[in-house]
């Protein structure tokens, strides 16, 4: 009788010490990034017969088991990819941001400065100290081209070394996850619940995320398989897959991020990098493979078209020792590139020019060879995609063509413009280069009777030149007051119809005459050396700032559309940060609410437990104090 109840006493004594231990342990672990709370589980032992009755025997521990929940766990899991991906690319932008956000010493205040000189030597034209500030301001302004290019340049470097940092975190998370998997079947084999592998696992998963956005499934034996966005594994029990970072295959200037393998051209399955799933990884992959790209594309439009342009104007004048205007800057090329799997690698090259830089788009472009002749050009920056029945061909302001025959399937990467700012620079060493003067002049006829008057000469504007025929010699002949034809290398033209005043456009020139000519009166306009003094070119350089020359926009216009486009990534940037931080921030905290320590209900726990513990001993002491009466009388007898 007393055994029975000392087993009682004993039973309800090892349950409490066990509650009490359970509860000191969350007590222990409130702030342990990860830890679930435990509770303790109890179930009566078997009764016994007694006569005819059961008497119970005590109570056991059935289990000490963690309260979790996986649904949301995922929540969480799925909001700190979301998040860290977020504040990556907050970073990411803030950098690009702070790199345009200075308006008076940044590359449009230095646009701005040059086109000021220019127009400070189309008043002062034979100054040679002005021709020398306009050379300094060219030199600076390429300057400020070359700086942004190489800082962006910077910044993806610093990308790919970030990827690279956070591939090896990934790395070591899978193996430690494969390694908990292990171990987590083995106890869950032997019917123990490992809770602290349990935990420390989950918290790897979420420390994944923070990296990279994967998706779980639990498996019968108690592992977990992981896997990325694009459904590629990381972990299948206690298998790993590892992440790697390579060339691409069909821009060996960018790179690719997946699984490596050993069956494609780069050794990865590449990740998309518009679904990577989030994560850290997923925010530089975006911000290396498109943010930056653009970036560069829209400050190498702008440069290429700048230099293009006034290259042209500079060709068309004279300078300050009356030779023809050469190049003024560096001239830029397009950047065409074989992908490393083409079958005439090497052998076979595509050939790109410009042919109207004024048509030319901020982006890249991909042209595939289809077979039979036909070929599909891709812009990237929109996906839009051209279907070329034949080569040579000119799309977007440039000209394409194959120096051979190429094969089926290959593929090539074509650079518009992403290196124009790194590659302007200014081509003249002397102020006395700039050709500021108008190659041409207007010749009255000796012999003319009537009151013919030349008012101005000038070049007409960009797109009209440069002109093949600029320097022709012309001669208009009057055959009446108001009519005229022209003769333009042996060429006579039609009748014309002459008014006082307005312009005559002809082979790039534009003459405008005063007064009323008499028939056979004579205008010839020709080559000449006008001086230095002349600044009918300059007037034309310091128009180009002000025309629609950069695929319809000007180049105040199209910088400040750089600016907001950066300005608009940085804002859109903080404004989905704000939101996924807070998404994190209430999944965090519904998961606390449900497997977080709370200290005040461990306390009332700990109490309740104590009590328990104490009424057990007290049991135990009764039982015994039973015993020793029983022995008492037993020996009396």
Known sequence: MTTGLLSI????????????????NNIANVNTPGYSREVTSFTPQIQTSDGSNFIGTGVAVADVSRVYSDFLAQQTNLAQSQASGADTMVQLTNQI???????STGLGAAIDSFFTQL?????????AATRQTVLSSAQQMSGQFNDVQAQLQLMSQG??????QQITSVNSTVAQIASLNNQISLASSSGATPNSLLDQRNQDILTLNQSIGVTTSTQSDGSINVYLASGQPLVVG???????????????????????????????????????????????????SQTLPGIEDQIGRLAVTLSSQFN??????????????????????????????NTDAGSVTLNASYSDVTQLQASDYRLSVLGGGQYSLTRLSDNTTTTLSSLPATVDGMTLNFSSAPATGDVFSIQPVRNGASALQVAITQGSQIAAASPVQATLGGSNSGSLAIGSLGLQPLPANP???LLTPVTLNFTSPTQYTYTSGGTTSAAQTYTAGQAIDINGWSLTLNGTPANGDTVSVAPGTVGSADNRNALLMTQLQGQAIVSGSTLDAAYSGVVANVGAVASTAQTDQSSKDAILTNATAAQSSVSGVNLD??????????????????????ATNVFDAILAVAGAA
């Open 467 to 469: 002109n093949a025929n």
């Open 159 to 164: 990308a790919d070394a970030q990827i690279g």
């Open 238 to 288: 206690s298998h790993t897959f590892t992440m790697g970072m390579g060339q691409d295959p069909q821009n060996p200037g960018g790179i690719v991020v997946g699984i490596q393998t050993g069956g494609t051209p780069s050794g990865i399955a590449a990740l998309d990098p518009n679904n990577t799933g989030g994560g850290a990884i997923g925010a530089l992959l975006q911000f290396r």
């Open 97 to 103: 941001n702070s790199l345009f956000s200075n308006t």
């Open 119 to 127: 127009q400070t030597l189309s008043s002062q034209p034979g100054s």
């Open 312 to 341: 042209a104007i500079q060709a068309q004048g004279q300078d300050a020792t009356g030779a023809a205007g050469s190049a003024f800057f560096s001239t830029p090329s397009i950047t065409v590139m074989a992908a490393s799997g």
């Open 9 to 24: 006493g004993s039973s309800a004594l090892d349950a409490a010490y066990t509650a009490l231990r359970t509860a000191g």
């Open 601 to 622: 209900e461990e306390a009332a726990s700990l109490m309740q437990y104590q009590q328990q513990y104490q009424a057990a001993a007290k049991l135990i002491q009764t």
